[in-house]
Every structure is written in C-alpha cells, then in structure tokens.
C-alpha cells in the first residue's frame, strides 16, 4: 500500500454547529425552553423563601423546589440523549464529507488548535451535508 506524501487536515468548530442544530430543531428548542422553565421556577421559589415570615409555608416551598430540581435531574438525561442523537448527525456528516474529500484529521477548532486557516474550516460544509443528510431521512409525503 502507498504511503500519502501528506495528510490531509481540517478543523470544525463544533459549538457553531451543535448550537445551529439544537436552536433550529424542535427538540432542541423543547429541551431548552423546558430548563428554562424550570430554573426560573427554582429561581421564584428561592425568592420566596428568603422573604418568607410564616414558617408554616416553608416546608411547601421546600418540597416544591426539591420536585421542580428533580425535574432537573430528568431533563438532564432528556438532554444528554439528545446531545447524543445530534452528535451522531455530526459525525455521519463529517465521516461522508472526510472519505468524499479524502481528510485524514479534523480537529475541533474550539479545542486544541491554537491558529488555522480559514480555508481548511470545513464547519459550514459539515452543516450542509447535515441538512442533506435530514432531507434524505425525512418521510416523503404523497
């Protein structure tokens, strides 16, 4: 087998794509407005029991903020699935557009590389075959 001369590198900036992916997608919108919700629930309670006089409506407040922070909990195993499901798109993408281009390395830009030049980003050319990579897989309406 011949050796390449030398191999092929590009980078990606991996939070531009995950953040375009996850705020134009209904599940990635749902996951975040669901957090959001429930933090802010979280946020009034604490307000309210610093301010609380009556002891008596203490312990309600108490268990209403235990209940909304294991609602937490579970939206945090909702939201590593669906990091998950979104990172194996990134990487089908990326795999198609590597054997395409014959890459050897891509780096994520936002960790490790220092300085790259901007004509071996490959971050857009990844976000376009995801989009493709989705077309494909939708449903055809008849």
Request: zero cysteines.
């Amino acid at each position: 087998e011949k050796i390449k001369a030398q191999n092929k590198f590009r980078y990606i900036n991996l939070n531009i794509i995950f953040d375009y992916l996850s705020s134009n997608d209904y599940d990635g919108k749902s996951i975040k407005k669901r957090r959001e919700d429930i933090l802010q629930k979280i946020n009034i309670l604490t307000e309210q029991l610093s301010n609380l006089k009556d002891e008596k409506n203490k312990n309600d407040l108490l268990e209403k903020q235990n209940q909304y922070k294991a609602e937490l909990a579970k939206l945090k195993s909702d939201e590593d699935h669906y990091k998950n499901s979104v990172l194996s798109r990134i990487d089908r993408a990326l795999d198609n557009i590597a054997k395409r281009s014959d890459i050897d390395f891509v780096f994520n830009i936002g960790e490790g590389a220092v300085y790259a030049k901007k004509e071996y980003d490959i971050t857009e050319e990844v976000l376009r075959e995801i989009l493709k990579l989705k077309e494909r897989s939708a449903p055809v309406s008849r």
